[in-house]
């Protein structure tokens, strides 16, 4: 069973520059999310997908973030113009699209830092 | 925004029953009582969640009061490994994002 898979683990980069985080879902979980998660502070929804269709976005995704998901499997989030108050651990999650009461199950994370 | 309150952080002997308490005094009828809990550089690990029953799987038990508007976790025998922080969420279901608020930091003490 293959979990929820994150890469990088870690990201170190320059104020300014741009970043691109990747999540590879449950196989066969339709549903994929992504959260923000700041030191001391509970994960933060950032936006949804189903398939390859982004149904909601936080108001905390800002327009220099955006996120893809093509054919409905891999997801991608890119950091445009990174600032030091984007440093978080990025989380990513995976559900069914039917049963288990949707619950989610998360990947590792990406831990970014913005020097 | 979260809709539940947990103590910041509790402490268990090593061995005996850890109880988590979460008051969620408006929850709404739909709306389901999920725990997920976070180890340290980790992503958050689902534990059990329940409606108005008591559940039990075998990472844990959750009591719900009879009118749902507070909850228990119990790990059973906790162990080190389960020194984590512990979130309790209440969710509809069908919604799509959880609010996982502060949680509560477990300390299992040898």
């Known amino acids: 069973d293959t979990g929820v898979s994150q890469n990088p683990r870690h990201k170190i980069t320059k104020r300014g520059q741009n970043v691109t985080f990747r999540c590879d879902p449950i196989?066969?979980?339709?549903?994929l999310y992504w959260y923000r998660q700041t030191l001391g502070q509970g994960p933060e929804f950032l936006t949804y997908?189903?398939?390859?269709?982004?149904?909601?976005k936080s108001r905390l995704l800002s327009d220099r973030f955006s996120a893809e998901r093509p054919k409905g499997s891999f997801s991608t989030l890119e950091i445009q113009r990174t600032e030091q108050g984007d440093s978080a651990m990025y989380l990513c999650?995976?559900?069914?699209?039917?049963?288990?009461?949707?619950?989610?199950?998360f990947g590792a994370g990406t831990r970014l830092s913005v020097l | 925004d979260a809709k539940t309150t947990q103590p910041p952080s509790m402490d268990c002997a090593e061995g005996r029953a850890a109880n988590l308490p979460c008051n969620h005094s408006?929850?709404?009828?739909?709306?389901?009582v999920y725990w997920y809990r976070q180890i340290h550089s980790q992503g958050p690990q689902y534990i059990i969640h329940g409606l108005k029953n008591n559940e039990t799987n075998e990472m844990a038990s959750l009591i719900i009061t009879e009118d749902r508007k507070s909850s228990t976790l119990i790990l059973p025998h906790a162990t080190l490994r389960d020194t984590a922080v512990y979130y309790c969420i209440v969710r509809a279901y069908n919604f799509n994002k959880f609010y996982f608020g502060s949680g509560t930091k477990l300390n299992v003490k040898p």
């Open positions: 997908f189903q398939n390859e269709a982004q149904l909601e």
């Open positions: 196989s066969e979980h339709n549903r």
């Open positions: 408006t929850i709404s009828g739909n709306e389901y």
């Open positions: 999650a995976s559900s069914p699209a039917s049963g288990n009461l949707n619950i989610q199950y």
